[in-house]
């Protein structure tokens, strides 16, 4: 019996698999080649968590129910629309600008700074939670932004502010060379 299924096999190894033509072709994403072209320096008090579909880098800070949250992810719509989306989501009131705001380098770009406190009303999985905070950066154009976002306990997110900002002034990019090796514009 063993002799026959083996047999079968190595028969079936060696016939040729009928070809088939493929017409359709896309352009391949950071899912095919399992990366990503960011570089992504995290702060040692953070833990990396597994990535997502929507979130390209995924961290934790904080401990238990403790603790909180940072990802970073790719989005489109532009600068104002996602503000606000984050800030409904603490039934802040719409901003008509974002001029006002604070802004970090983040990839070379203006980031603007959104930060509510109050009680997040929950998306994107997530429950509800009461003395909560959002401070994030946006950077980009309407039809690609980058977005850094953390959501946590208010006085956890408030305590983490500067570790955030320099988070995002420390984002780079990789390099790609003639020869199609990579590396970082740090020189990583």
């Given at each position: 019996m063993i002799l026959l299924v083996l047999t079968t096999f190595i028969v079936s190894c060696g016939e040729d698999p009928e070809a088939i033509e493929v017409t359709?072709?896309?352009v391949l994403t950071m899912w095919d080649t399992g990366?990503?072209?960011l570089v992504?320096?995290?702060p040692m008090e953070w833990r990396k968590v597994p990535s997502t579909q929507q979130r390209v880098f995924n961290y934790r800070f904080g401990e238990g129910k403790r603790s909180g949250e940072v990802y970073i992810s790719r989005a489109r719509g532009g600068?104002?629309?996602?503000?606000?989306?984050?800030?409904k989501q603490f039934d802040q009131s719409e901003l008509a600008s974002v001029d006002e705001l604070p802004t970090v380098k983040l990839l070379d770009m203006d980031g603007v700074v959104v930060f509510a406190?109050?009680?997040f009303a929950g998306a994107m999985g997530k429950s509800a939670q009461d003395?909560?905070?959002?401070?994030?950066?946006?950077?980009?154009n309407a039809d690609s932004l980058i977005t850094v976002k953390m959501i946590g306990p208010a006085d956890l997110v408030t305590a983490e502010r500067g570790r955030?900002?320099?988070?995002c002034?420390?984002?780079?990019?990789?390099?790609?060379?003639?020869d199609g090796s990579v590396s970082s514009e740090s020189g990583e």
């Open positions: 359709d072709t896309r990366g990503d072209s992504v320096p995290m600068v104002l629309p996602n503000a606000n989306r984050w800030l406190s109050g009680r003395d909560a905070a959002v401070l994030g950066v946006i950077a980009g955030l900002l320099k988070f002034e420390n984002i780079r990019l990789r390099k790609t060379h003639d």
